[in-house]
């Protein structure tokens, strides 16, 4: 079952009321640069720990097309659970399912949300991950002083330490897993087996024969629906309900002048690399894709182009959706619950 639940859909549209953003000042920098702190110590930067990981190994001989079977392994992975990735006639109907319930059960409910302006929505979602992230720090941003800023790290080395070979090995190899995983995820014989590239091939050549259902809401909307739901939540987290209250931005407005009276704790080379360093694929999947490119049928993929898919960025426009629903709903919205028959 492929279906967006209406009721989750009704209780994202009760808990946030549409109503204009207010336009909030630049994030200061000072503010930016407190919340990078814990990320910039010798001991806590990842790309040192990941320079010592990947200098060692050789470039693997895979480019897994150049990155698509990567990223469509990727969004197949995140599809398997709701939908039937190695039966092409339940896959349709459930692709339709999921279209026709979206514009049925989703959009009447949530349209409004989408005509809110994404810039400053955007601004005042990365005003609310840094209250976020210095509440971690044990700093409330809404009362603090220049003195409780945390001192910057000894060091003034705000070099990013990967060279941008290294830097392309690391991604490389983070997409690996997926890709190892590709088998596992579409139900054919696992890679290394004989006839395993074989099946895999065939069943991805048969999703790519599949077509998208058609859909009176552009799928530009729907990603900007998700987006809009992933900001609101994530400023509901920092700043309580009601955050889109004049009352509520008024106080983020004032906190974010008085921010910009600090003194400046570290140089600005320093959120350059706070930016490489958010970038970075985790280090987990780094070292798995290290094992991975071990294996011999790694080798074979080099010369493997995969098949495009149609479906991809409406399975990737639905499954975004779904899991920002699922951030703001009660429950899960995509998939069988009993609230209805439909």
């Known amino acids: 079952m492929a279906c967006f639940c209406h009721m989750a859909a009704e209780s994202v549209r009760q808990r946030f009321t549409p109503s204009a953003v207010m336009a909030l000042p630049p994030t200061p920098l000072q503010m930016r640069m407190a919340a990078a702190i814990p990320n910039l110590g010798p001991a806590d930067r990842p790309d040192l720990e990941m320079r010592a990981a990947v200098a060692p190994i050789a470039a693997p001989s895979v480019n897994l097309g150049g990155g698509p079977l990567a990223q469509m392994a990727v969004t197949l992975g995140m599809a398997a659970g709701n939908f039937s990735l190695d039966d092409v006639p339940a896959l349709e109907a459930e692709l339709e399912q999921a279209a026709q319930s979206f514009q049925r059960n989703v959009w009447p409910r949530l349209a409004p949300l989408a005509s809110l302006k994404m810039q400053p929505l955007l601004n005042y979602a990365i005003a609310a991950r840094l209250c976020l992230d210095l509440n971690a720090m044990g700093l409330d941003p809404m009362t603090a002083t220049a003195g409780d800023i945390p001192p910057p790290p000894a060091t003034s080395d705000t070099r990013f330490a990967l060279t941008p070979p290294q830097l392309a ?174």
């Open 169 to 342: 090995k690391a991604r490389l190899l983070a997409g690996l897993p997926p890709v190892a995983k590709l088998s596992e995820t579409l139900n054919t014989p696992p890679l290394g087996d004989t006839g395993a590239m074989q099946a895999l091939n065939n069943r991805l050549a048969n999703l790519s024969r599949v077509s998208p259902p058609s859909m009176a809401v552009p799928l530009p909307m729907v990603l900007k629906l998700a987006m809009v739901l992933e900001s609101l939540a994530k400023i509901e987290e920092a700043f309580g309900d009601d955050p889109l209250s004049p009352s509520t931005m008024g106080r983020v407005d004032a906190m974010m002048k008085t921010w910009a009276t600090f003194p400046v704790p570290m140089p600005v080379s320093s959120l350059a690399l706070n930016e490489k360093l958010a970038a970075l694929p985790p280090l987990e999947a780094v070292k798995l894709g290290e094992h991975v490119a071990g294996q011999s049928w790694a080798t074979g993929m080099a010369a493997y182009a995969p098949p495009k898919l149609a479906i991809a960025p409406f399975l990737n426009a639905m499954l975004a959706l779904n899991a920002t629903l699922h951030a703001t709903a009660a429950f899960p919205p995509l998939g069988p619950c009993g609230a209805c028959n439909s």
